[in-house]
């Protein structure tokens, strides 16, 4: 529903990078992690984050590489570190910003402070890791064949859904 209102308000942001990448990382996040099953506690909370950064990318390649022309091989395991370092960076300018409307000026600027450190950590270690010689490739897909890509990745996930209806006993074909 968003995705329809927005490109109906401003449908300049259908060809905005931004706007693509955002909706297609959180569409392959949301409509795929929750079919994925884990048995215990610990895989869901060890394995899901790589999962969701992984189905993000999945999602992303065709269009990140048509506007940017490469491919982020370690942005799965680059996520792991840094999706806790955010969420601390996130944590600390909250508060910040909190204490400031308090008029609570020490504590604001300590977590100011911090939220600055951690920033400068993220920055650092983002350099470090895309300077890597194998962090990303070059890739410039013909434009043609990013629905062809779409299109097989759909059809992946429909035929998977249909093998996993077809093992509880449920033919869904013969649903419609």
């Given at each position: 529903m968003a995705?329809?209102?927005?490109s109906l308000l401003k449908p300049d942001w259908l060809v905005s990078p931004g706007f693509l990448l955002s909706y297609l990382a959180?569409?392959?996040i949301v409509y795929l992690l929750p079919k994925i099953k884990l048995k215990t506690a610990i895989a869901k909370y060890t394995v899901y984050p790589f999962l969701a950064s992984f189905l993000a990318q999945i999602f992303?390649?065709?269009v990140s590489s048509l506007?940017?022309?490469n491919v982020s091989l370690l942005s799965p395991l680059s996520n792991l570190v840094f999706l806790p370092l955010v969420f601390i960076f996130l944590s600390e300018t909250l508060l910040a910003v909190l204490f400031s409307f308090l008029r609570l000026y020490l504590l604001s600027s300590r977590f100011s402070a911090c939220a600055h450190v951690i920033a400068q950590i993220i920055i650092k270690l983002a350099a470090k890791i895309s300077s890597l010689p194998f962090a990303s490739i070059s890739f410039h897909?013909?434009?043609f064949l990013i629905p062809i890509y779409y299109?097989?990745?759909t059809l992946i996930i429909l035929f998977l859904e249909i093998r996993k209806d077809?093992?509880?006993g449920v033919d869904v074909r013969n649903i419609m």
């Open positions: 995705l329809l209102i927005s959180t569409f392959g992303t390649i065709p506007f940017f022309g897909p013909k434009i299109l097989i990745i077809d093992s509880n």
